[in-house]
């Protein structure tokens, strides 16, 4: 009777995971994993939650509790995966690359290793290391939708969208209608300047989970990229970015930060000097245009939930 309870509380976790509540779900896999404690995919299934929540230490704790236990194959290498993502995101690096290892070493014919060992590399910057691993999880299973994610992000880390759009075009011919597929595309779709379908996309996540930070983001950029007062900083921002190197990209941005620091001290205006007034005007100015840029984008956010919540209700 307990392990139908505990199954049970499972999938109300994992409908909570789909549906973008996090928190619903921890408590319903803590629920599981309190009736019935040597339930492997309980244990698993919370260390992930805590995990997506950022509690990195308890995720490793869990971890290592799971791979106390007598687990299948696949479990271990999951259990594997969570102790080394959990290291990753603590910084230990070394450690993180020495349990991916292991987890390869382990099990050769999962994909999600080899994924993982080439995030793992990337975070070490081992860029063609971690290219051939996660070309090697492709190879293993082409029509796997988290290592054609996986891979797609890799490669929109090295600037290098057009292949990335490809591989996320896979995955949705693959799974279309999977929440992270959707995030994915609707990113892609904005990277690549189709911002009503970026728009779209996100708007069909958030009618699903209105809370999702992902799709917000997204639409939060696509109503930034629509809005009279930020549109030409954006096409001037795409137009640098299709054409600069990473390394252009970074020492422009150090560049510009350098000169608007500099422009602040320059016209910092002395409230007992009526002479600055020029620099008080610019200031004003400035706080002004920000003001009425950041209050346009929200309510332009603001009309949209408000749509996806009248979806919802009728």
């Given at each position: 009777m307990s392990e139908r309870t505990a199954t049970g509380l499972i999938l109300r976790g994992r409908a909570a995971n789909e549906a973008g509540d996090p928190a619903g779900a921890l408590k319903a896999f803590q629920a599981a994993l309190a009736i019935a404690p040597e339930n492997s995919e309980a244990l698993l299934l919370l260390a992930t939650a805590e995990y997506d929540l950022n509690h990195y230490a308890e995720t490793a704790r869990l971890a290592g509790a799971a791979m106390a236990l007598d687990l299948s194959r696949p479990r271990r290498s999951w259990a594997m995966r969570l102790a080394a993502v959990a290291a990753l995101a603590r910084n230990q690096t070394g450690k993180s690359f020495e349990i991916a290892h292991e987890a390869?070493?382990?099990d050769p014919l999962d994909p999600a290793n080899h994924c993982l060992l080439g995030r793992v590399l990337w975070q070490q910057r081992k860029t063609k290391k971690a290219?051939?691993?996660?070309r090697e999880a492709l190879r293993l299973a082409p029509e796997d939708v988290p290592s054609?994610?996986?891979?797609?992000?890799?490669?929109?880390?090295?600037?290098r969208y057009r292949e990335a759009h490809e591989l996320i075009g896979r995955a949705a011919a693959i799974a279309p209608d999977q929440t992270d597929v959707l995030i994915a595309r609707a990113q892609?779709?904005?990277?690549m300047d189709h911002i009503a379908e970026a728009r779209d996309l996100a708007l069909w996540v958030l009618a699903r989970a209105a809370t999702n930070p992902e799709a917000l983001m997204v639409l939060a950029k696509v109503r930034s990229r629509q809005?009279?007062?930020?549109?030409?900083?954006?096409?001037?921002?795409?137009?640098?970015?299709?054409r600069a190197s990473p390394w252009g990209r970074k020492v422009s941005f150090v560049g510009f930060l350098t000169v608007l620091v500099?422009?602040?001290?320059?016209?910092?205006?002395?409230?007992d000097d009526n002479s600055n007034w020029p620099a008080e005007v610019v200031y004003g100015t400035l706080v002004a245009y920000c003001a009425a840029a950041g209050g346009h984008v929200v309510?332009?956010?603001?009309?949209?939930?408000?749509?996806?919540?009248?979806?919802?209700?009728y």
């Open positions: 390869v070493a382990f290219e051939a691993a996660y054609l994610l996986g891979f797609a992000r890799f490669l929109v880390a090295l600037t892609s779709a904005f990277r809005n009279w007062f930020t549109a030409p900083f954006w096409w001037a921002f795409s137009w640098w970015t299709a500099a422009l602040m001290i320059a016209l910092d205006p002395t409230p309510l332009l956010l603001w009309r949209e939930r408000r749509r996806v919540r009248l979806r919802q209700d």
